[in-house]
């Protein structure tokens, strides 16, 4: 019975240990996280990947603690951590992969969270650089999660770099269309809108004559935090335009 009662008290306070090992790591770990999110010194990208990373590593040594706790030799548990992680490596290259393009993303700054950027053939708004994965609010809306690896392979066009962003509508209308009356309807509603920036005067022109129907090309200008805003407007005053005034399309 004595024995009994030994054992049993041996594995509670085995157990008591590993519950205060995993909820204090886990408590840490949020903890530290929050406090790289609020940091002032660091920008968003940053303190977005960083958050991650402080988080994921402070989880890992909770862990590594945890089993130490079940007695596990720190030799032994380094060797087969080794193994483990030689073999784990080989299979998770592209995980590496992503975790390494994560570090070039933040460091080198190709694209903050915030910014209007294509990825991918992608376009959206960052939302969160993490670890392994980059997350896009998306053009139409809907949330698309990439690959830090694959981005630091590819064309990253960043539209928020520069405070103006040139607009290109173009239109097709009958090759028999007048095409100077179609210019300046394009224009003149172009100039009338208020997102529309009037340093630039914008312009159009007739830039294709295919078959049966000729294309007006408008060029005009926007902040580029309009930009969205400004096309969606745009677009949809010149159709109303044209079709007032008649212009068949093709």
Same mark, same amino acid.
């Given at each position: 019975?004595?024995?009994?009662?030994?054992?049993?008290?041996?594995?509670?306070?085995?157990?008591?240990?590993?519950?205060?090992?995993?909820?204090?790591?886990?408590?840490?770990?949020?903890?530290?996280?929050?406090?790289?999110?609020?940091?002032?010194?660091?920008?968003?990208?940053?303190?977005?990947?960083?958050?991650?990373?402080?988080?994921?590593?402070?989880?890992?040594?909770?862990?590594?603690?945890?089993?130490?706790?079940?007695?596990?030799?720190?030799?032994?548990?380094?060797?087969?951590?080794?193994?483990?992680?030689?073999?784990?490596?080989?299979?998770?290259?592209?995980?590496?992969?992503?975790?390494?393009?994560?570090?070039?993303?933040?460091?080198?700054?190709?694209?903050?969270?915030?910014?209007?950027?294509?990825? @991918?053939?992608?376009?959206?708004?960052?939302?969160?650089? &993490?670890?392994?994965?980059? #997350?896009?609010? =998306? %053009?139409?809306? *809907? /949330?698309?999660?990439?690959?830090?690896?694959?981005?630091?392979?590819?064309?990253?066009?960043?539209?928020?770099?520069?405070?103006?962003?040139?607009?290109?509508?173009?239109?097709?209308?009958?090759?028999?269309?007048?095409?100077?009356?179609?210019?300046?309807?394009?224009?003149?509603?172009?100039?009338? @809108?208020?997102?529309?920036?009037?340093?630039?005067?914008? &312009?159009?022109?007739?830039? #294709?004559?295919? =078959? %049966?129907?000729? *294309? /007006?090309?408008?060029?005009?200008?926007?902040?580029?935090?309009?930009?969205?805003?400004?096309?969606?407007?745009?677009?949809?005053?010149?159709?109303?335009?044209?079709?007032?005034?008649?212009?068949?399309?093709?």
């Amino acid at each position: 019975m004595a024995n009994l009662l030994t054992a049993l008290t041996a594995i509670a306070t085995v157990i008591i240990k590993l519950v205060i090992i995993v909820v204090a790591g886990l408590v840490i770990a949020s903890v530290v996280a929050g406090l790289i999110r609020k940091s002032k010194k660091l920008d968003a990208t940053a303190k977005s990947f960083f958050a991650n990373f402080a988080s994921m590593a402070i989880k890992v040594l909770t862990l590594i603690t945890a089993l130490m706790a079940l007695g596990i030799p720190a030799a032994t548990f380094v060797t087969v951590l080794g193994s483990v992680g030689l073999a784990v490596g080989l299979a998770l290259q592209g995980a590496l992969a992503n975790f390494a393009g994560g570090i070039l993303l933040v460091v080198f700054h190709p694209f903050r969270v915030g910014d209007h950027v294509t990825l @991918n053939g992608t376009s959206g708004v960052v939302q969160n650089i &993490s670890i392994f994965y980059t #997350t896009l609010l =998306a %053009d139409d809306n *809907t /949330v698309v999660t990439l690959p830090n690896g694959t981005l630091t392979n590819a064309p990253i066009v960043n539209t928020s770099v520069g405070n103006d962003r040139r607009v290109v509508l173009e239109y097709a209308v009958s090759v028999d269309s007048d095409a100077e009356a179609v210019k300046n309807i394009v224009v003149g509603t172009a100039s009338s @809108n208020s997102l529309i920036l009037k340093g630039e005067a914008p &312009s159009a022109t007739v830039s #294709t004559h295919v =078959a %049966d129907k000729m *294309t /007006v090309k408008l060029n005009a200008w926007a902040h580029s935090a309009d930009y969205a805003k400004a096309v969606e407007e745009l677009d949809k005053e010149i159709n109303a335009a044209l079709d007032a005034a008649k212009v068949t399309r093709a």
